[in-house]
């Protein structure tokens, strides 16, 4: 870890504390242990043709959600949103869960984030869904985003609100069309893993997929 820019340093330290992250140590040689805010893979730079300072590898910001055992490396894909990191009664850290840091009072207040989202946040969202007259699949995923629910526990949410038709329609009807573009990607995933493939070909495996969802045949 290189902490060159001590007006750099100061304005990671704000940002950190502006958005809930935890300063932690981070580093493999003890030499080279750092006070760090963020992942440990984050890279900031300064420009000298403008002045400015820039900030890249921001993929892993966000702390993690506990880690689910059946998903490999997690901690890489399933974060915590903005919101609901501003929600933890404690700073969180990026690299909790990930090969960089292993203190488990980090991972305990990742883990009583996480709680929050069942405990509180899937509740929250529901009641506010079921106050809706009318929604659209871009007002779901707003309403969720603004109270910190990732999209991922839309499968969650399902059963708290059945009792409203409209709601029930939207959310299935987002549950289905997000699933449907995860499986169109793995197909379109491993075309590419092929020889000469072309536009048509992602083309067709496209419209085969459509086929099989409306139409439930697995043969055209």
């Given at each position: 870890?290189?902490?060159?820019?001590?007006?750099?340093?100061?304005?990671?330290?704000?940002?950190?504390?502006?958005?809930?992250?935890?300063g932690h140590r981070s580093g493999q040689a003890p030499k080279r242990v750092q006070v760090i805010y963020?992942?440990?893979?984050?890279?900031?730079?300064?420009?000298?043709?403008?002045?400015?300072?820039?900030?890249?590898?921001?993929?892993?910001?966000?702390?993690?959600?506990?880690?689910?055992?059946?998903?490999?490396?997690?901690y890489l894909v399933h974060l915590l949103r903005p919101e609901a990191c501003q929600l933890s009664l404690?700073?969180?850290?990026?690299?909790?869960?990930?090969?960089?840091?292993?203190?488990?009072?980090?991972?305990?207040?990742?883990?009583?984030?996480?709680?929050?989202?069942?405990?509180?946040?899937?509740?929250?969202?529901?009641?506010?869904?079921?106050?809706?007259?009318?929604?659209?699949?871009?007002?779901?995923?707003?309403?969720?985003?603004?109270?910190?629910?990732?999209?991922?526990?839309?499968?969650?949410?399902?059963?708290?609100?059945?009792?409203?038709?409209?709601?029930?329609?939207?959310?299935?009807?987002?549950?289905?069309?997000?699933?449907?573009?995860?499986?169109?990607?793995?197909?379109?995933?491993?075309?590419?893993?092929?020889?000469?493939?072309?536009?048509?070909?992602y083309q067709d495996i496209a419209i085969r997929m459509f086929h099989v969802l409306l139409d439930g045949?697995?043969?055209?």
């Amino acid at each position: 870890i290189v902490k060159a820019s001590c007006l750099m340093n100061g304005m990671m330290k704000r940002l950190g504390e502006s958005l809930n992250l935890k300063g932690h140590r981070s580093g493999q040689a003890p030499k080279r242990v750092q006070v760090i805010y963020g992942p440990h893979d984050i890279q900031g730079y300064h420009c000298p043709a403008d002045g400015k300072y820039y900030l890249m590898s921001l993929s892993r910001l966000f702390p993690p959600t506990q880690p689910e055992p059946h998903i490999k490396n997690s901690y890489l894909v399933h974060l915590l949103r903005p919101e609901a990191c501003q929600l933890s009664l404690k700073p969180l850290n990026s690299d909790t869960f990930s090969p960089f840091n292993a203190d488990p009072e980090d991972e305990a207040d990742v883990i009583a984030a996480t709680e929050e989202i069942f405990s509180r946040l899937l509740p929250t969202v529901a009641s506010t869904l079921m106050m809706e007259g009318t929604l659209s699949s871009e007002q779901l995923t707003e309403i969720a985003h603004q109270h910190g629910l990732n999209c991922r526990y839309f499968g969650r949410l399902l059963p708290m609100v059945t009792s409203s038709p409209v709601i029930t329609t939207v959310l299935c009807t987002e549950l289905v069309a997000r699933t449907f573009r995860r499986l169109l990607e793995d197909e379109w995933y491993i075309a590419a893993q092929q020889v000469g493939v072309t536009v048509p070909d992602y083309q067709d495996i496209a419209i085969r997929m459509f086929h099989v969802l409306l139409d439930g045949d697995m043969h055209f």
